[in-house]
């Protein structure tokens, strides 16, 4: 079945530092990859997607492409503020288009 | 434009009580879904509709029922509540399927069953 591993946290960073956060998956066929992203006391809310090999999805500084041959999703992000303190989350959706499986998450602390 | 809205926020139960969480959306989405969060674990999904009067299992259905008799509410009962079910619940809707559309995601609901 469809599986997706991220990096464990808590990430934790000094403001304009660098961000990866890697996420992997399994899938067959060719799934749709996502981040999302949960701020403390809220629901999830998309960060950015992308549906076919090779995209890259971008929102807020936040970039992932899409590597088919590594399956891979990793997150980045060129220089975090302390307001991107959050747990992200990887997923992928199933050909059917029916169901999102998720990745554990990756809590990130940014330190002013 | 609410979006996504669930009630109650909290709730604390004890062994074998049941109760109904209550998911409601004004965005005239198709599709509804329950996710459970647990530490480490992400989300899970426990069941899904798809339109109105539809339902279908997800990864953990077991324990949990579902109705969809309105196209705005998605409702998830618990008959007998266990503590494996302390969690925290999310509600999500979507215009379209998974594949492709981005789902939206309700404040979310935490369940403590003693």
């Known amino acids: 079945g469809n599986s997706v591993t991220q990096m464990e946290g808590p990430v934790t960073l000094s403001e304009e530092a660098f961000l990866t956060i890697n996420c992997t998956y399994t899938?067959?066929?060719?799934?749709?990859l996502f981040w999302y992203v949960q701020y403390p006391g809220e629901g999830l809310q998309l960060l950015l997607k992308?549906?076919?090999?090779?995209d890259k999805g971008s929102n807020k500084g936040f970039e992932a492409t899409y590597r088919k041959e590594t399956t891979s999703f990793h997150l980045e992000k060129g220089s975090v503020q302390v307001s991107d303190s959050a747990v992200y989350f990887c997923?992928?959706?199933?050909?059917?288009?029916?169901?999102?499986?998720f990745g554990g998450g990756t809590r990130l602390m940014v330190k002013p | 434009n609410a979006g996504v809205t669930q009630t109650p926020k909290f709730r604390v139960l004890k062994t074998g009580q049941s109760m109904t969480l209550l998911c409601a959306q004004d965005?005239?989405?198709?599709?509804m879904y329950w996710y459970r969060q647990d530490p480490g674990m992400g989300l899970r999904l426990i069941h899904y509709?798809?339109?109105?009067?539809?339902?279908a299992k997800g990864e953990v259905p077991d324990g949990y029922n579902v109705s969809r008799l309105k196209k705005q509410n998605f409702l998830l009962g618990l008959e007998s509540a266990a503590p494996s079910q302390t969690s925290v619940y999310f509600c999500?809707?979507?215009?379209?399927?998974?594949?492709?559309?981005?789902?939206?995601f309700g404040p979310g609901t935490r369940l403590t069953v003693l």
């Open positions: 999500a809707s979507s215009y379209s399927g998974a594949a492709l559309d981005t789902q939206y």
């Open positions: 965005m005239n989405h198709e599709y």
């Open positions: 899938a067959t066929g060719y799934p749709s």
């Open positions: 992308a549906t076919k090999a090779d």
């Open positions: 997923a992928l959706g199933n050909n059917a288009g029916n169901m999102l499986t």
């Open positions: 509709s798809v339109g109105e009067g539809t339902t």
